[in-house]
């Protein structure tokens, strides 16, 4: 469980000055005497709470599907500053100058966790229906006339 002291370590003002893992960005969901460790970072704030409460099983042992989640919500104090109670979310240790791994994975003593960087093709394919929506909502602001003289002076533009 270094992974959640140094990420509190290293996200305390100023940097390294204390250590509390309840302010760390990471939790280990940890079942010793199964051997199971599960590590869970934080991610978005859910405004409310969620509707599923699912229940997982492993190695005959109940889990709540809260157990796994990654928001901070208003139905626990996971992923919250104890103090304030303002969400916590991870940033993969971002800072300056920026580190070639997050803290916590650079300290996974147990080698459990892993960081690499993916580059996922995103196609953003506009339809013709959200581009007349789009428009429609232009003309409606500024008018058709406004919209046609400014679409004719960039078609001019980048001609030349």
Same mark, same amino acid.
């Given at each position: 469980?270094?992974?959640?002291?140094?990420?509190?370590?290293?996200?305390?003002?100023?940097?390294?000055?204390?250590?509390?893992?309840?302010?760390?960005?990471?939790?280990?969901?940890?079942?010793?005497?199964?051997?199971?460790?599960?590590?869970?970072? *934080?991610?978005? $704030?859910?405004?409310? /709470?969620? %509707?599923?409460?699912?229940?997982? +099983?492993?190695?005959?042992? @109940?889990?709540?599907?809260?157990?796994?989640?990654?928001?901070?919500?208003?139905?626990?104090?996971?992923?919250?500053?104890?103090?304030?109670?303002?969400?916590?979310?991870?940033?993969?240790?971002?800072?300056?100058?920026?580190?070639?791994?997050?803290?916590?994975?650079?300290?996974?003593?147990?080698? *459990?966790?892993? $960081?690499?960087?993916? /580059?996922? %093709?995103?196609?953003?394919?506009? +339809?013709?229906?959200?581009? @007349?929506?789009?428009?429609?909502?232009?003309?409606?602001?500024?008018?058709?006339?406004?919209?046609?003289?400014?679409?004719?002076?960039?078609?001019?533009?980048?001609?030349?």
């Amino acid at each position: 469980m270094a992974c959640e002291v140094i990420c509190s370590a290293f996200h305390a003002t100023p940097k390294y000055s204390g250590n509390n893992p309840a302010r760390s960005r990471i939790r280990v969901i940890r079942d010793p005497i199964a051997d199971i460790y599960v590590p869970v970072y *934080a991610g978005e $704030y859910a405004v409310a /709470e969620c %509707a599923g409460r699912d229940k997982y +099983t492993i190695d005959g042992k @109940e889990y709540d599907e809260c157990a796994f989640c990654r928001a901070s919500c208003p139905s626990r104090d996971v992923f919250k500053e104890p103090d304030s109670g303002l969400p916590l979310k991870c940033d993969m240790c971002g800072s300056d100058p920026s580190l070639e791994k997050p803290m916590c994975v650079q300290w996974c003593l147990n080698d *459990a966790l892993i $960081y690499e960087e993916r /580059e996922e %093709a995103v196609e953003e394919v506009e +339809t013709l229906e959200e581009l @007349e929506i789009g428009l429609e909502a232009l003309a409606n602001k500024y008018s058709l006339n406004k919209i046609t003289e400014i679409a004719a002076r960039m078609s001019v533009s980048k001609k030349g």
